[in-house]
């Protein structure tokens, strides 16, 4: 069977703005953690206020759950980013909504928000919004978020953390884009596979072969893999040796 095409593999030359951007920045005040989780379009915001999740991912919904809770109960950061064929939500609709979520928004001369990560534990990411023209969207289409977003960069950057747990929609497209540029940062990536879910690319394909190339390709370039039992197992280790460290 042929290999699936991994984005890593097509993705082109980073605008000099999204590489040179760091050195503009201010240090942040926030605490480090050890960790943080990445939720690539699992779910929606409502246009009344809370989430719900994708076609796709609604079957995941009630694991999803136990890890988004306890990533709460621990506050561990959460950065969060929307299915560009899913509802997406304006600035302002957002920030009247959720006021618990940080708007990252699209707009590089928008930095007023990175005076205010501090104050939060969720980061919502804003992506392009979805046109009829997005095939021939230039230079980006719009779920490349690290490759047209400076403040996708920013967050990252001001947030500092090494070790990332992944999981999302469209694992071999915008799963595949966030992996690949925490790699290339060199931090850290752990995926949880049962929560990685393929996107269009596998509409008529088997889905284990599909999950089981993309696993390969990103563990090839050293992310790694744990169910969410031992994900949730880890979070407590690390949170509890993270706890007596900054004791003793």
């Known amino acids: 069977m042929k290999a ?69 109960r621990h506050e561990v950061p959460l950065v969060i980013t929307t299915c560009v064929r899913g509802n997406m939500l304006e600035k302002s609709q957002f920030e009247n909504l959720f006021d618990d979520t940080l708007f990252v928004p699209l707009e590089a001369k928008d930095t007023e928000w990175t005076t205010r990560c501090d104050q939060y534990r969720k980061f919502y990411i804003e992506k392009k919004f979805r046109r009829e023209d997005f095939p021939n969207d230039k230079p980006y289409p719009p779920h490349e978020i690290f490759l047209y977003s400076i403040n996708a960069h920013r967050l990252i950057d001001i947030l500092n953390i090494d070790e990332w747990i992944v999981f999302g929609n469209a694992m071999e497209a915008c799963g595949d884009l966030v992996i690949s540029k925490l790699l290339e940062g060199g931090r850290r990536v752990i995926y949880i596979p049962e929560l990685m879910v393929p996107g269009v690319k596998c509409a008529n394909c088997d889905p284990v072969t599909f999950k089981n190339e993309v696993f390969a390709a990103w563990q090839a370039r050293r992310a790694d893999a744990m169910s969410l039992e031992e994900v949730l197992k880890y979070m407590n280790a690390r949170l509890q040796s993270s706890r007596l460290a900054t004791v003793a």
């Open 4 to 72: 699936t095409q991994i984005h890593h593999g097509l993705r082109p030359i980073v605008p000099e703005a999204l590489i040179c951007h760091a050195a503009n920045l201010q240090e942040s005040s926030l605490k480090r953690a050890p960790f943080a989780i990445f939720d690539v379009d699992t779910r929606q915001a409502k246009a009344a206020g809370g989430w719900t999740y994708m076609p796709r991912t609604l079957p995941y919904r009630g694991d999803v759950e136990r890890l988004l809770a306890q990533a709460s």
